[in-house]
């Protein structure tokens, strides 16, 4: 992968996960209810449906630098999403992801939210990642701290963490 202008179908891949552009048929499958091979009994959830939902009005979420598709190396099951709300607001970036029920308690979502921040982090004009999570959800605040996200603001039930260039 170039560290210059990445193709819009760059892979991102860690020791257990192929993170993955979305498709348009994947999306299209999702929005129709269509069940697709080696997809997890339980994807998509909600979250996903949004994702796919939110594509059709913001195509370059389909870019290097938006949504993907998480996927276990070992074989090829889609367990869940990621993404990146691309284009940067002055410097920062946020992050979003969700692995499917069936899949969690895994480490998957820790170890596809570390490697997209870091790949975030080299985007042009990017100095910070962020995330929202609610307090409530003690696993996802975990998958933050976890992925080198620090809290800077907390507000109710939420909270707000941020990972910024090194």
Request: hydrophobic share 40%.
């Given at each position: 992968m170039s560290s210059s202008a990445p193709s819009a179908h760059a892979e991102l891949i860690t020791p257990r996960l192929v993170l993955r552009p979305w498709t348009g048929a994947e999306t299209a499958a999702v929005l129709g209810g269509t069940r697709r091979p080696r997809w997890a009994d339980d994807f998509p959830s909600e979250g996903d449906r949004v994702i796919a939902g939110l594509l059709g009005e913001r195509p370059e979420w389909f870019g290097a630098y938006g949504h993907r598709l998480v996927v276990e190396r070992d074989g090829g099951t889609l367990v869940g999403s990621i993404g990146l709300?691309?284009?940067p607001a002055d410097g920062a970036l946020e992050i979003g992801y969700g692995i499917v029920a069936s899949h969690r308690g895994r480490g998957y979502a820790t170890e596809a939210t570390a490697a997209l921040a870091?790949?975030?982090?080299?985007?042009p004009g990017v100095r910070t990642v962020t995330a929202g999570v609610e307090l409530s959800n003690p696993a996802s605040v975990r998958v933050l701290e976890?992925?080198?996200?620090?809290r800077y603001l907390v507000e109710g039930n939420t909270a707000r963490?941020?990972?910024p260039a090194s």
């Amino acid at each position: 992968m170039s560290s210059s202008a990445p193709s819009a179908h760059a892979e991102l891949i860690t020791p257990r996960l192929v993170l993955r552009p979305w498709t348009g048929a994947e999306t299209a499958a999702v929005l129709g209810g269509t069940r697709r091979p080696r997809w997890a009994d339980d994807f998509p959830s909600e979250g996903d449906r949004v994702i796919a939902g939110l594509l059709g009005e913001r195509p370059e979420w389909f870019g290097a630098y938006g949504h993907r598709l998480v996927v276990e190396r070992d074989g090829g099951t889609l367990v869940g999403s990621i993404g990146l709300f691309w284009p940067p607001a002055d410097g920062a970036l946020e992050i979003g992801y969700g692995i499917v029920a069936s899949h969690r308690g895994r480490g998957y979502a820790t170890e596809a939210t570390a490697a997209l921040a870091s790949f975030a982090l080299s985007a042009p004009g990017v100095r910070t990642v962020t995330a929202g999570v609610e307090l409530s959800n003690p696993a996802s605040v975990r998958v933050l701290e976890k992925a080198g996200f620090r809290r800077y603001l907390v507000e109710g039930n939420t909270a707000r963490y941020g990972r910024p260039a090194s």
